[in-house]
């Protein structure tokens, strides 16, 4: 917990990023029946009947000390897919930057061995050499920032029937767009002084 805050107390570094990294899923659905549009003296309707399409995976980098995001849908979130959008952040995102230092949570699929099983040993370490991966603790996934835009993406743009990865990719670019354009960045005030004080029962005892 304490490198992760510490991590966030770093000045802005262009050549050194922090991004934050982490994925949500959607669930696909779609109308049985056509929604009814609002018109005068009546509200707009949709009937309760839906139809289950499957499930996609929405991947999400936001650099919290400039507000902006990048993401990413896919079909599924293995670890093939974590390694390509690493990748797109490492050539493409932030191609200029010298190191990217990244924040993710402890999910199996967020490691170094899933770039060396999506690609070959020497791009796998091309890759990993930019890297400065910093984990959240067990149970403190709420540290990754990326959790916050996470949210606000939910209630901005995910929180109506969406029934096609077609669909979900079009909204989720239109959502990164509009965010991207007037980036707002995070003021992250709970730092290591304030965990050693307000998460104290977590820290080992010590007799005296």
């Known amino acids: 917990m304490e490198d992760v805050l510490d991590v966030y107390q770093r000045s802005h570094d262009p050549q050194r990023p922090v991004v934050c990294v982490d994925e949500t899923s959607k669930q696909l659905v779609a109308h049985t029946r056509a929604p009814t549009p609002a018109e005068p003296g009546h509200l707009a309707s949709e009937d309760d009947e839906y139809k289950r399409c499957g499930v996609a995976n929405i991947f999400m980098a936001t650099e919290p000390m400039v507000g902006t995001c990048v ?6 979130r293995a670890c093939d897919d974590f390694a390509y959008f690493v990748q797109y952040l490492c050539d ?3 191609r200029d930057a010298e190191s990217l230092v990244l924040v993710l949570d402890n999910l199996s699929t967020h490691s170094v061995a899933s770039l060396y099983g999506a690609f070959a040993p020497a791009e796998a370490r091309r890759l990993t050499k930019k890297l400065e991966i910093h984990f959240t603790p067990k149970h403190g996934s709420w540290l990754n920032m990326a959790e916050i835009a ?3 993406l939910s209630r901005q743009c995910l929180d109506r029937r969406i029934a096609s990865i077609a669909e979900l990719t079009t909204e989720v670019a239109a ?6 354009a007037d980036p707002a960045p995070v003021c992250w005030r709970f730092t290591t002084d304030d965990a050693r004080i307000k998460l104290r029962r977590l820290y080992p005892s010590r007799e005296a």
């Open 175 to 180: 959502w990164q767009a509009r965010h991207n």
């Open 150 to 152: 996470l949210s606000i």
């Open 71 to 76: 993401t990413k849908v896919t079909e599924r």
């Open 92 to 94: 493409v995102t932030y």
